[in-house]
């Protein structure tokens, strides 16, 4: 049985950037003599958007919005006004299809989708809008 090399290593202290070219140096030769070398790839670690923060964004921000602003006579619900605010600020990604097909999807705040920096100004432009644009004030 092969099992297939995963790690992760969190750059958090000066020694562990020695583990991980220790880690390199004994495997990076064995890998490559294989013919499936190493992929490295060395990224800013975000954190996770918050609970908290999803808790706010549908309970406050939202909630005000859907109870106050009016557009063209009429109001709308909590899912219309996040589904409107999610394509109006967060970045759409294309799927390509098994078909061949290209869909673009409508950025995501789930877990795992958005940082919690990236959070943070989405709800602040969201805020923004409904202020400006929709004459809502929010009672935090």
Same mark, same amino acid.
Request: hydrophobic share 40%; proline share 3%; aromatic share 12%.
């Given at each position: 049985?092969?099992?297939?090399?995963?790690? *992760?290593?969190?750059?958090?202290? !000066?020694?562990?950037?020695?583990?991980? /070219?220790?880690?390199?140096?004994?495997?990076?030769?064995?890998? /490559?003599?294989?013919?499936? !070398?190493?992929? /490295? @790839?060395?990224?800013? *670690?975000?954190?996770?958007?918050?609970?908290?923060?999803?808790?706010? #964004?549908?309970? $406050?921000?939202?909630?005000?919005?859907?109870?106050?602003?009016? $557009?063209?006579?009429?109001?709308?619900?909590?899912?219309?006004?996040?589904? #409107?605010?999610? &394509?109006?600020?967060? !970045?759409?990604?294309?799927? $390509?299809? !098994?078909?061949?097909? @290209? /869909?673009?999807?409508?950025?995501?705040?789930?877990?795992? &989708? @958005?940082?919690?920096?990236?959070?943070?100004?989405?709800?602040?432009? $969201?805020?923004?809008?409904?202020?400006?644009?929709?004459?809502?004030?929010?009672? &935090?």
């Amino acid at each position: 049985m092969s099992a297939t090399l995963y790690r *992760e290593f969190t750059m958090d202290t !000066p020694s562990a950037g020695v583990v991980l /070219v220790n880690f390199l140096k004994s495997n990076c030769a064995a890998f /490559v003599g294989k013919g499936t !070398p190493l992929r /490295v @790839i060395v990224t800013e *670690e975000e954190m996770d958007r918050l609970d908290e923060q999803i808790a706010y #964004y549908f309970g $406050v921000c939202i909630k005000q919005i859907s109870e106050q602003a009016w $557009v063209d006579g009429r109001q709308y619900s909590k899912e219309c006004w996040h589904d #409107y605010f999610a &394509k109006l600020f967060l !970045p759409a990604k294309e799927l $390509v299809l !098994p078909d061949g097909e @290209i /869909v673009i999807k409508r950025g995501s705040i789930a877990r795992g &989708k @958005i940082s919690l920096k990236k959070m943070t100004a989405f709800i602040t432009e $969201v805020e923004a809008y409904a202020t400006t644009e929709l004459g809502v004030e929010f009672d &935090k």
